[in-house]
């Protein structure tokens, strides 16, 4: 099993910038993809970015990709969530999750297949 704890959230101007944290615990995070998603009031969670277990693979959606990196750390157990040019449609919880298989495309962006969650950390994109 995995941990996850985010950290990093908060109020940004439109334009800004935030560089979200997720820290996992257990021997074994480099077995995992990681993936990051986000939840809106009122929406459902959709899919932000995901990382493969190497961090060879990685994917985003179109709604972020440009302005959002992510990464891994497999010797400090992280995965950052770099955002950019941050917009009021950004404002939602962001959640780290995990799983332990291997996915490809599509399948990495789908939130049923990550089997453990963080708790979330609030992004809010002033206008």
């Known amino acids: 099993q995995v941990q996850l704890v985010e950290s990093g959230g908060g109020l940004v101007q439109a334009g800004g910038s935030l560089r979200l944290s997720c820290a996992a615990s257990g021997r074994t995070f480099s077995t995992y993809a990681m993936g990051w998603f986000r939840q809106a009031p009122g929406k459902e969670r959709e899919f932000v970015a995901a990382i493969s277990q190497s961090g060879g693979r990685i994917y985003y959606a179109d709604s972020v990709k440009g302005r959002t990196t992510i990464s891994r750390d497999n010797a400090k157990n992280t995965v950052p969530l770099q955002m950019n040019n941050l917009k009021p449609e950004d404002t939602a919880i962001y959640y780290c999750?995990?799983?332990?298989?291997?996915?490809?495309?599509?399948?990495?962006?789908?939130?049923?297949?990550?089997?453990?969650w963080g708790q979330g950390t609030q992004v809010t994109v002033s206008s």
């Open positions: 999750a995990a799983r332990s298989d291997y996915c490809l495309g599509y399948a990495c962006r789908l939130r049923n297949e990550y089997a453990y």
